[in-house]
């Protein structure tokens, strides 16, 4: 099993920037290098939505309409982190973050909350205006 712990959320202005992390631990995060990491974001009263997605060797990644040329994920293997890096904030980017693993192999990026099998705790982000 695989536990995912993100951190890195908190209070910021408008125009400011977070930089959440993803950290992977358990019986079978050495094997964390080999999957697809995704990251959600749910607001109060709404749906959780995509953000982004990062391949197993960051080779590949896919994002959202919404964040696109404003947030970018990355991530390091050897730390078994995942990172997104969120600039130019709006409040409208206001949630609660996920990241996600993706445990299924040789398959495209996915956007899909169905097709992610461990999950984070999530890290508030409030973005005010």
């Known amino acids: 099993q695989v536990q995912l712990v993100e951190s890195g959320g908190g209070l910021v202005q408008a125009g400011g920037s977070l930089r959440l992390s993803c950290a992977a631990s358990g019986r079978t995060a050495n094997t964390f290098s080999i999957y697809s990491m995704g990251w959600f974001r749910q607001a109060p009263g709404k749906e959780r939505e995509f953000v982004a997605a990062i391949s197993w060797n960051g080779g590949s990644t896919l994002y959202a309409d919404s964040v696109k040329g404003r947030f970018t994920t990355s991530r390091d293997n050897g730390l078994r982190t995942v990172y997104l890096q969120m600039n130019n904030l709006k409040p409208a980017d206001t949630a609660v973050y996920y990241c996600?693993?993706?445990?299924?192999?040789?398959?495209?990026?996915?956007?899909?909350?169905?097709?992610?099998?461990?999950w984070g705790q999530g890290t508030q982000v409030t973005v005010s205006s």
């Open positions: 996600a693993l993706d445990h299924r192999l040789g398959r495209s990026l996915s956007t899909q909350l169905g097709e992610y099998d461990y």
